[in-house]
């Protein structure tokens, strides 16, 4: 079975300064990886997706992602956190088993608080 | 384009009381599935429909019955409500291919 683990329940960092958070995953084969935020009493919104090719995705709000194999990573970064960041992220991996499926499994979330 | 709908936004029912959550995309998706958000624990999968007229299990199907009445709409019903289903739950749509879900806005229930 696959399994999403992001190790941290909260990330605090001031403003301006690069945040980190942290996802690693367990999958057989290769795997889809994304990144999604949830502000408060909101549904989840995309920021990125690794499908294949270069391993540091660029998405939304100026987030990238790097994928490293052989560690099972898949880290979301920003090179200089705003307030307007905090929130709760997930990371989450595509369930590659069964015909149709396609559902997501996801870590237990992180949150963001940025810093004035 | 509204994206992903979900009525209603908030609900409170009594145990044993039974209700039904609603959910509509307008992008055509084929794919759609209903997930639950409990905190600490991220969003697990309740039920999906792969396409119209099918209906699977997800992770944690027990206590809710799912209709996929056609291709916009999928509807998750609660028979009768317990308070460990007390949650946010999330109806999202998928494109084809390896495309991302699309989340709906969430339906938060209290079930007391």
């Known amino acids: 079975a696959q399994s999403v683990a992001q190790p941290e329940d909260q990330v605090n960092v001031a403003e301006g300064n690069p945040l980190t958070v942290k996802c690693t995953y367990s999958?057989?084969?290769?795997?889809?990886l994304f990144w999604y935020v949830q502000y408060p009493n909101r549904g989840l919104q995309f920021l990125l997706k690794y499908i294949t090719g270069d391993n540091l995705v660029k998405g939304s709000y100026g987030f990238e992602a790097e994928f490293n194999k052989s560690q099972t990573s898949f880290h979301l970064k920003k090179p200089s956190a705003l307030v307007s960041d905090s929130a709760l992220y997930f990371c989450?991996?595509?369930?590659?088993?069964?015909?149709?499926?396609?559902?997501?499994?996801f870590g237990s979330g992180t949150r963001l608080q940025v810093q004035p | 384009n509204a994206g992903v709908t979900q009525t209603p936004k908030f609900q409170v029912l009594k145990t044993g009381q039974s209700m039904t959550l609603q959910c509509a995309q307008d992008m055509n998706h084929n794919s759609m599935y209903w997930y639950r958000q409990d905190p600490g624990m991220g969003l697990r999968l309740i039920y999906y429909s792969a396409s119209e007229g099918t209906t699977d299990k997800g992770e944690v199907p027990n206590g809710y019955n799912v209709s996929r009445l056609n291709k916009r709409e999928f509807s998750l019903r609660l028979e009768s409500a317990a308070p460990s289903q007390t949650s946010v739950y999330f109806c999202a749509s998928i494109q084809p291919g390896v495309g991302e879900q699309y989340f709906g806005p969430g339906t938060r229930l209290t079930v007391t």
């Open positions: 999958v057989s084969g290769n795997p889809y």
């Open positions: 989450a991996v595509r369930d590659m088993g069964g015909t149709g499926r396609r559902a997501l499994t």
